[in-house]
């Protein structure tokens, strides 16, 4: 069964920077984009990161995504109160011929 | 700026189908797809089925059976219908748009979000 597997919790401190990890296979990761979604409490999920490692508009640079392979990292550093979300990875998969995401990361900022 | 506005009915007894709708404004549109996705409590986020502009349609394999979204150009609205509900079917349900029209979508814009519970 194609899955994308994240990392249930992760958590820093004011400053730090912390890393979120998507684990895919070839039929998802490996051969396709991979984008980030934050979400919030109480809101609908934001897109963060797409094509790998693309910001849109608006979106601060201490956000970055990388791609290597079948998995993927988001990486978040000047942590900040407000970065407290869900952070989801999405992919295509190819045998799936469908969206994935990912379990989803809860980011917590001490 | 692209803006969605969803409506739709909030509670749902099992076994009917619930119907939730998208209007999207401010952006062409043509070369999108127009999506829904949904997140149950405690769980995270499930793709549950594209649609594009000639009305050709992805759906998730758990969910194709039971899944239909359709498209209504003149009303720049999409919809949602799933039936046969059951509890498991409890979540908040999202349209969004998917740029571009392709496998490498991402979900740029999105609906507020409209919660759904299946009781009786």
């Known amino acids: 069964q194609a899955v994308l597997t994240q990392a249930p919790s992760v958590s820093g401190t004011p400053g730090q920077r912390v890393t979120i990890f998507c684990s895919g296979s070839?039929?998802?990761?490996?051969?396709?984009?991979v984008h980030w979604y934050q979400q919030l409490p109480g809101t609908a999920p934001k897109l963060l990161i797409y094509?790998?490692?693309e910001r849109p508009s608006g979106v601060p640079d201490r956000f970055s995504g990388s791609k290597s392979g079948a998995s993927a990292s988001l990486a978040i550093s000047g942590l900040r109160s407000e970065d407290e979300a869900d952070y989801f990875c999405?992919?295509?998969?190819?045998?799936?011929?469908?969206?994935?995401f990912g379990g989803g990361t809860k980011l917590t900022v001490l | 700026q692209v803006r969605l506005q969803q409506w739709g009915t909030g509670l749902v007894k099992p076994s009917e189908t619930l119907s939730l709708s998208c209007e999207f404004f401010g952006g062409p549109f043509y070369g999108y797809y127009w999506s829904w996705i949904r997140r149950a409590p405690g769980k995270g986020l499930e793709w549950i089925g594209d649609?594009?502009?000639?009305?050709?349609?992805y759906y998730t394999p758990s969910l194709r059976n039971r899944v239909s979204i359709f498209l209504d150009i003149s009303k720049n609205q999409v919809s949602l219908n799933v039936s046969s509900v059951t509890a498991a079917d409890t979540a908040v349900y999202y349209c969004a748009r998917g740029n571009p029209a392709s496998a490498a979508a991402r979900f740029d814009s999105w609906g507020q979000g409209t919660v759904v519970t299946v009781s009786s």
């Open positions: 070839s039929s998802n990761i490996a051969s396709n984009y």
């Open positions: 649609i594009d502009q000639s009305g050709y349609t």
């Open positions: 094509n790998n490692n």
């Open positions: 999405s992919s295509w998969d190819d045998s799936l011929t469908g969206r994935l």
